[in-house]
Nanobody, 116 residues
Framework: QVQLVEPGGGLVQPGGSLRLSCAAS????????MGWYRQAPGKQRELVAA???????NYADSVKGRFTISRDNAKNTVYLQMNSLKPEDTAVYYC??????????WGQGTQVPVSS
């Protein structure tokens, strides 16, 4: 059974930092494209950052220079380091593992409110 477990959300002040993690089980983690998506209230889910099996990354323009995605294949874990957080980063953040439409898995989501 595939599981993507995302502990570690929580309230952050503007300008603050937070690191999200996502631990995967039930998949051959190293071959999957891993991504972080987010969904703000009333908005569609959007890609925040992704990292391919070879380590290549891409980011949404809104987070470039502030967020960093990384992966540890030995721990089957993907991370999202978020710095200089803004109120507009407030959303539910979801971890995704993907290598094709029949191998597309999601975590349960974690709330990240950014507010003073």
């Amino acid at each position: 059974q595939v599981q993507l477990v995302e502990p570690g959300g929580g309230l952050v002040q503007p300008g603050g930092s937070l690191r999200l993690s996502c631990a995967a089980s039930g998949i051959t983690f190293s071959i999957y494209k891993m991504g972080w998506y987010r969904q703000a209230p009333g908005k569609q889910r959007e890609l925040v950052a992704a990292i391919l099996s070879g380590g290549r990354t891409n980011y949404a323009d809104s987070v470039k220079g502030r967020f960093t995605i990384s992966r540890d294949n030995a721990k089957n874990t993907v991370y999202l380091q978020m710095n200089s957080l803004k109120p507009e980063d407030t959303a539910v953040y979801y971890c995704n593992a993907y290598i094709g439409s029949f191998n597309d898995y999601w975590g349960q989501g974690t709330q990240v409110p950014v507010s003073s």
